[in-house]
């Protein structure tokens, strides 16, 4: 019987810095199984531009808000074999704690969806690996983005957990990314200018996002680590 082949299920991993990984997890060989809520629109159409890979990229579109394991049920029935889960879906909004609802909001998507996958995948899928998407510029106090901030501090929270608990058979760590691309509806200029703020006085790199989460990938050894990819943000942010 001829062996399927090793695929990893991103969750929003039809665009932006989900598709990223997407990339970067073909490059080392595996399928991969893209999840998306609204729009696969960016992915299919690189597809259509790349068809070697036709036969190794999956699509799954649902709505994590209802029953996420749902994803992960769907994945096991493709013609390939699930190693790997990457926590990437993500809302980023304002609001503080005087708005109760936003702050539930932000810690569904960040907190309890990924800790209610990650419980699934390592039920069903014994062994493997979890990379959790958190973000660099949340540790230091503050009440702009407040909620969003502290259910990603859950999340960095989370995959330490994870990692004692899911060892030794799956492997969980989290990557934080800077400032890697324009917020939605963040001008160019605006952007850039977050350099000054920056360390090592760069933004947005795509290509070290994705060296960074090939190490995590391929390094058996590393469990319960968050690695920061934003140019020492994390520093001073």
Same mark, same amino acid.
């Given at each position: 019987?001829?062996?399927?082949?090793?695929?990893?299920?991103?969750?929003?991993?039809?665009?932006?810095?989900?598709?990223?990984?997407?990339?970067?997890?073909?490059?080392? +060989? %595996?399928?991969?199984?893209?999840?998306?809520?609204?729009? &696969?629109?960016?992915? *299919?159409?690189?597809?259509?531009?790349?068809?070697? %890979?036709?036969?190794? /990229? %999956?699509?799954?579109?649902?709505?994590?808000? &209802?029953?996420?394991?749902? /994803?992960?049920?769907?994945? $096991?029935? =493709?013609?390939?074999?699930?190693?790997?889960?990457?926590?990437?879906?993500?809302?980023?909004?304002?609001?503080?704690?005087?708005?109760?609802?936003? $702050?539930?909001?932000?810690?569904?998507?960040?907190?309890?969806?990924?800790?209610?996958? +990650?419980?699934?995948?390592?039920?069903?899928?014994?062994?493997?690996?979890?990379?959790?998407?958190? &973000?660099?510029?949340?540790?230091?106090?503050?009440?702009?983005?407040?909620?969003?901030?502290?259910?990603?501090?859950?999340?960095?929270? =989370?995959?330490?957990?994870? @990692?004692?608990?899911?060892?030794?058979?799956? *492997?969980?760590? @989290? =990557?934080?990314?800077?400032?890697?691309?324009? @917020?939605? +509806?963040?001008?160019?200029?605006?952007?850039?200018?977050?350099?000054?703020?920056?360390?090592?006085?760069?933004?947005?790199? =795509?290509?070290?996002?994705? &060296?960074?989460?090939?190490?995590?990938?391929?390094?058996?050894?590393?469990?319960?680590?968050?690695?920061?990819?934003?140019?020492?943000?994390?520093? /001073?942010?």
């Amino acid at each position: 019987m001829r062996k399927l082949p090793e695929a990893v299920l991103i969750t929003a991993g039809t665009k932006r810095l989900g598709f990223c990984m997407a990339k970067a997890t073909l490059s080392m +060989g %595996f399928s991969v199984i893209l999840h998306f809520r609204s729009s &696969d629109r960016f992915a *299919r159409d690189w597809l259509r531009r790349n068809p070697r %890979f036709n036969r190794k /990229v %999956f699509f799954i579109r649902h709505d994590l808000s &209802d029953s996420p394991e749902t /994803v992960i049920t769907k994945s $096991l029935k =493709l013609p390939c074999t699930l190693t790997g889960l990457v926590n990437n879906a993500s809302s980023f909004s304002g609001g503080n704690l005087n708005d109760p609802e936003h $702050l539930r909001r932000m810690l569904e998507i960040h907190l309890f969806v990924p800790a209610r996958l +990650g419980a699934f995948f390592h039920k069903q899928v014994k062994s493997g690996w979890i990379i959790n998407i958190t &973000d660099a510029a949340i540790a230091r106090p503050g009440t702009a983005c407040q909620n969003y901030r502290m259910s990603k501090l859950f999340l960095e929270e =989370l995959t330490r957990q994870q @990692a004692v608990l899911f060892a030794p058979g799956c *492997r969980v760590n @989290a =990557l934080a990314p800077g400032a890697i691309l324009p @917020a939605a +509806g963040s001008s160019k200029a605006a952007f850039n200018a977050l350099a000054d703020k920056i360390p090592l006085r760069k933004t947005g790199s =795509l290509a070290a996002l994705a &060296d960074a989460y090939c190490f995590l990938v391929k390094n058996t050894r590393c469990t319960g680590q968050t690695i920061a990819v934003d140019g020492g943000w994390h520093l /001073v942010a």
